[in-house]
């Protein structure tokens, strides 16, 4: 048999190459899920997060997503020019803006939440429930030993 004739070794991949394969094709997917929606990533995780903090500045939203503040001033702009957040100035601090969900940015949430699973179902789809309950348990614990920040 010549060398070109034998077979090639299996070899198994290293878990964080699988984490980071299994994480680079869900990205693809959540991303092409969330463009027909005129959606980025990004602006879904600012969405989710003022829905759940409710009105709050954009110090706090940053904070809250674990980004610098400065770098979510396009996103922001990107979203209120969409009409899916408003800023409308604090009456407690008037050299601050409150931002907040539209009743537009909560139907654009729930429509992103939506193709988020989808995207989650494309590339896990071949697990059963409990697996895939059990991956994401271990990766939220895995996510939040590791204290992920910019």
């Known amino acids: 048999m010549s060398r070109s004739e034998k077979a090639r070794p299996q070899l198994e991949p290293a878990t964080g190459f699988l984490i ?3 994480a680079e094709a869900i990205d693809r997917r959540f991303a092409a899920r969330l463009r027909p929606l005129r959606l ?3 602006q879904l995780h600012v969405l989710r997060y003022l829905d759940a903090a409710g ?3 954009q ?7 674990g980004v610098d503040a400065a770098n979510l001033v396009q996103t922001l702009d990107e979203l209120k020019a ?6 409308e100035i604090d009456a407690h601090d ?3 803006r409150r931002i907040s969900l539209t009743p537009a940015g909560l139907r654009k949430l729930r429509a992103g939440l939506r193709a988020a699973e989808q995207a989650d179902r494309d590339v896990l789809g071949t697990l059963e429930s409990k697996q895939l ?3 994401r348990q271990t990766m939220l614990r895995a996510y939040r030993s590791w204290q992920v920040r910019p």
Do not use: H
């Open 20 to 22: 980071v394969r299994v």
């Open 55 to 57: 009105a709050i500045s």
């Open 40 to 42: 980025k990533p990004r």
């Open 133 to 135: 309950d059990s991956f």
């Open 94 to 96: 008037r050299r601050r």
């Open 82 to 87: 969409a009409g899916l957040i408003r800023r």
């Open 59 to 65: 110090t706090e939203l940053a904070d809250g997503i």
